[in-house]
């Protein structure tokens, strides 16, 4: 197995959400993610101003290029945001005042600053006029994830349409209290078949019992599991940050707001998925490589 991560904001003391990334930062990051049977990772940038996000995504990229084992280890970029949903409990730990709709023209900046690297984006459906971008970033090549949303089913649909094709972390990126049947989460287990279902399995951002109804619900093969790691993994509890942000890591090793009402980011790692994979989800080795290894890399298309 070859685990594939789509969705790592940081490792091991490294942010790559911040300016001042060094190539000693991220080589300690790679080495510390091989380390962890981690082999490959798209590295993923958060809601910022589109200059902020141009700076850092280009940093990374000329860092990598002259490395190695980031080469390796980094087999592209994950943008998430800026064109998600700004409302409270959608918006989650993204800076609301950085949210912005969706438009060619932004999404043009940050698929150049990239260099050829950015191969997933996630954004929110409803707030992608026409879903022009989505329909953009589809047609080069980049796979178009929803998250951080609330589109209707009709739009939901009408976005796979055009080109959206997975859903990122799902159950999560959302309030805590929503209609019981009528919600973004029942929304997306709906498509399953026509989307991939991203999953943060540490048991802290779904319950181990809510997860294993889903993966029912959508089937081993059209899920993938993601860490969602920050710059705090590996490093225990303590006071940290991400993208600017107080984060709080505890003794159960959870990333909270200081004031504890929401989560930013995960500490989990491969190595915890698959213990919680073998003692609370009761999955097979296979089963663990499929959502690991296989999906993750026939979402990309490798």
């Known amino acids: ?68 084992l980031a080469q390796e280890v980094i087999a592209g970029l994950h943008i998430e945001g800026p064109f998600i949903n700004p409302e409270k409990g959608y918006v989650g730990a993204h800076p609301p005042q950085c949210v912005k709709p969706g438009n060619v023209d932004d999404a043009k900046r940050l698929l150049e600053a990239g260099q050829g690297l950015a191969k997933l984006v996630t954004l929110a459906p409803e707030c992608d006029a026409g879903f022009a971008t ?29 080109g959206l094709s997975m ?6 990126g959302c309030p805590m209290l929503m209609h019981r049947h009528d ?11 026509k989307l991939w ?56 090793l959870v990333a909270r707001s200081p004031d504890g009402s929401h989560f930013v980011g995960s500490t989990v790692t491969v190595p915890r998925i698959l213990v919680n994979a073998r003692d609370h989800l009761g999955l097979s080795e296979g089963e663990v490589a499929t959502l690991l290894d296989v999906n993750p890399r026939r979402a990309l298309g490798l």
């Open 1 to 68: 197995m070859s685990p594939l991560d789509l969705q790592v904001n940081g490792y091991a003391g490294t942010d790559f959400n911040r300016d001042g990334l060094t190539a000693e930062a991220l080589h300690h990051a790679c080495a510390c993610l091989k380390e962890d049977g981690c082999d490959q990772i798209l590295a993923t940038f958060i809601t910022d101003t589109i200059e902020n996000l141009e700076r850092r995504m280009r940093t990374l990229v000329e860092l990598r290029a002259k490395d190695p």
């Open 134 to 162: 989505t329909a953009y970033l589809a047609g080069q090549g980049v796979v178009v994830s929803a998250g951080h949303c609330n589109p209707s089913l009709e739009t939901l649909i009408e976005s796979t349409e055009q």
């Open 167 to 172: 859903f990122t972390h799902v159950g999560n």
């Open 183 to 193: 919600n973004v989460v029942q929304r997306a287990l709906a498509l399953h078949e």
């Open 197 to 252: 279902l991203c999953f943060i399995p540490d048991g802290v951002h779904v319950e181990f019992y809510a997860l294993r109804n889903y993966l029912r619900a959508a089937g081993i093969e059209r899920s993938i599991f993601v860490t969602d790691a920050i710059s705090a993994s590996r490093l225990g509890p303590g006071n940290f940050t991400l993208a600017g942000w107080d984060i709080v890591i505890g003794e159960d």
